[in-house]
């Protein structure tokens, strides 16, 4: 079984800044995948960026990165020169063996002009 | 390719009666996930399909739900004698081939029972 904890229901971050938000796992399969979701308001949800669990070079997507701690379980997402367009419901998930993910209940993104 | 399509967008109906989702993944996807979203919770899985085989069923997945994708396109959920707790967004996802490929969710379809 997997479990996924997001500690943070919502954090504020200015125009321009970096934020970072937490994400916190566990799970008994050595070969798992892990991934941070975009939702924005009344809109469907996104992939931002996704890292496979063998590598330890940590991923990047344009203005989103992830440090990933494998043996901490940690997994936050760092989204930096933050837009306005950024603010959403963010997911935490992660996956392993079936197809099925388990996330995390989400961090609310403000954005402040 | 307009990506995942999800109808209704919206369902109001009365405890007990049945209702039947409907989800259009895209075309070249072979994998089609359902999943639940509570207010205030991330989505739940429930059930995944690969192409026309129901190959998992969340224990969320009670006698009530059923989830059909006869033949390898377009997949249902329905909900018989529907409850109150069964208010949730319902949303559908696909992926292409391969481990762990990008799933593309839809807009999900929100019910509320009263």
């Known amino acids: 079984a997997q479990t996924v904890t997001q500690s943070q229901p919502e954090m504020s971050v200015q125009e321009a800044e970096t934020v970072t938000l937490s994400c916190t796992y566990d799970t008994s399969e050595s070969d798992y995948y892990l991934f941070w979701y975009k939702q924005p308001p009344s809109r469907q949800m996104i992939l931002v960026i996704r890292?496979?669990?063998?590598?330890?070079q940590n991923a990047t997507e344009n203005r989103f990165s992830v440090n990933f701690q494998k043996a901490a379980k940690s997994f936050s997402l760092k989204i930096s020169d933050s837009q306005l367009g950024d603010a959403a419901m963010y997911f935490c998930a992660s996956g392993a063996g079936s197809y099925q993910l388990t996330f995390g209940k989400g961090t609310k993104l403000s954005v402040i002009p | 390719d307009t990506g995942v399509s999800q109808d209704p967008r919206h369902k109001i109906t009365k405890r007990g009666q049945n209702v039947t989702f409907r989800c259009d993944p895209i075309?070249?996807?072979?994998?089609l996930y359902w999943y639940r979203q509570t207010l205030g919770q991330g989505p739940e899985f429930l059930t995944y399909?690969?192409?026309?085989?129901?190959?998992?069923k969340s224990r969320l997945l009670s006698d009530r739900f059923s989830a059909e994708r006869p033949k390898g396109s377009f997949s249902t959920l329905e909900i018989q004698r529907t409850e109150q707790g069964d208010s949730a967004m319902y949303l559908c996802?696909?992926?292409?081939?391969?481990?762990?490929?990008?799933?593309?969710f839809g807009q999900g379809t929100r019910l509320t029972v009263v």
């Open positions: 075309s070249e996807h072979n994998r």
């Open positions: 996802a696909s992926s292409s081939q391969g481990l762990f490929t990008e799933a593309f």
């Open positions: 890292q496979e669990a063998y590598k330890q």
């Open positions: 399909f690969q192409n026309e085989a129901q190959l998992e």
